[in-house]
Every structure is written in structure tokens, then in C-alpha cells.
């Protein structure tokens, strides 16, 4: 039977709709479909309940846009956190490479992607103005540049720093940083890109650091 033949059109709905996300083919979509068929039904509806409770209970913090089941997330409302310090991130899965860590005291400003102007995405499409704003209120010492080195990263980049230089005379100065770029734990320079490597020399540290 080729993967396009189902005998049941309630099984070929089923994986339609699973193969609907993101890196889920057609093939690991009747897999996984066949994987819940076979298992006790209380496995399925439990699995169904807890996206069904996730579509429609989950919140976004107030002040950072991160995934919260409150108004105000557990980091904003840390009270042990560096308040004075944010993090500007693209998406919520970057908050949580950075968390894994263990590294970072600070909080986050999730942007909720970068300026494409190729995808039609903008400024105005981003969380930009509340970042802005958080600044304002003369509480923030440092903002963390921690986007994606990519062309859309460093635009992004560019357009927030920008804003940010605007208002500084507003409130008192504010330190802007950026992750460090450059050759990686292990990595063999030999098959290190050029743009990688002369970063890495550009940004290069003291020995005793």
C-alpha cells in the first residue's frame, strides 16, 4: 500500500493534520497516528487535552512576551533576577537555550521573529516598542543583543540600536552588548568559514580570561 492509499479516511484526516507541522512528513505522520492508534485511548485523550489546554489557556507575559501561565512570567517576577539587565531574544525557544545555560541572571525581551522585509515582516510586526519602552522607565543598565547572526539578525540589531541611541538622553546610559561570535568549543579552524574565523580574531580574548 503506497503512502497516498489509506483505508480508512478517518486515518488519512489524521495524518493530514499531524503532517501539518513543522518537519513532519507524510511517512512520520502515519507513524506517529499508527503509534496512538495502537496505544490505550487514555494515552491519546490526554494527549489531546494538554494541546487543547495549551491553545487556550496559555498566556504571554505582560512585559517580556515570553510563554507564561500568568500575566507576568516566573523570570520577570523573579525577584532574585537582574531587572536591570535584558536580553533581547527572537523567539521563546531562544529563552529557553539561553535558561539551559545556567548563566544568565538577567531578563528577556522576546521580539517575536526579526525584520524581513523579503517575508513581509517589520518593524511594526515586532515587539519592539514595548522594548522601548521598558528602557524609558531609566531602569535598564544593559540590553544583550542575542539574535541569530544572520543578515535579518543584525538588522534587527541595527534598527533597535538605533532607537535605543534616540532615547538616551532621555535616561541615564545604557551599556549595548552582543553574543560573541566566533570559533566554537572544539571546532577545527580548518573548516571554519572566513567570516567565522576573522570574527573570531577580531573578538579574540586575554588568555587569562
Do not use: W
Request: proline share 3%; aromatic share 4%; with cysteine.
Amino acid at each position: 500500500m503506497r503512502i497516498d492509499q489509506f483505508p480508512s479516511q478517518l486515518l488519512e484526516k489524521a495524518v493530514g493534520e499531524m503532517s501539518k507541522l513543522p518537519a513532519v512528513g507524510r511517512k512520520t505522520a502515519l507513524r506517529l497516528v499508527l503509534h496512538l492508534l495502537r496505544k490505550d485511548a487514555s494515552q491519546t485523550q490526554a494527549l489531546a487535552k494538554a494541546l487543547l489546554e495549551l491553545r487556550n489557556e496559555v498566556k504571554y507575559c505582560r512585559q517580556c512576551h515570553n510563554i507564561s501561565d500568568t500575566d507576568i512570567c516566573e523570570i520577570c517576577s523573579h525577584p532574585h533576577r537582574d531587572h536591570s539587565i535584558i536580553c533581547i531574544v527572537e523567539n521563546v525557544q531562544n529563552v529557553m537555550a539561553i535558561e539551559a545555560t545556567g548563566q544568565y541572571r538577567g531578563v528577556y525581551h522576546v521580539l517575536g521573529g526579526v525584520i524581513s522585509p523579503m517575508d513581509g515582516v517589520g518593524p511594526g510586526d515586532l515587539h519592539i516598542n514595548s522594548l522601548i519602552e521598558r528602557v524609558r522607565t531609566g531602569e535598564i543598565k544593559e540590553v544583550i543583543f542575542a539574535l541569530n547572526p544572520t543578515m535579518e539578525g543584525d538588522t534587527t540589531n541595527f534598527y533597535i540600536s538605533r532607537k535605543l541611541q534616540q532615547i538616551s538622553s532621555e535616561v541615564s546610559p545604557i551599556c549595548m552588548s552582543v553574543l560573541a561570535r566566533g570559533i566554537g568549543v572544539g571546532d577545527d579552524l580548518e573548516y571554519a568559514d572566513e567570516v567565522t574565523l576573522g570574527r573570531s580574531i577580531i573578538d579574540r580574548v586575554s588568555l587569562k580570561q
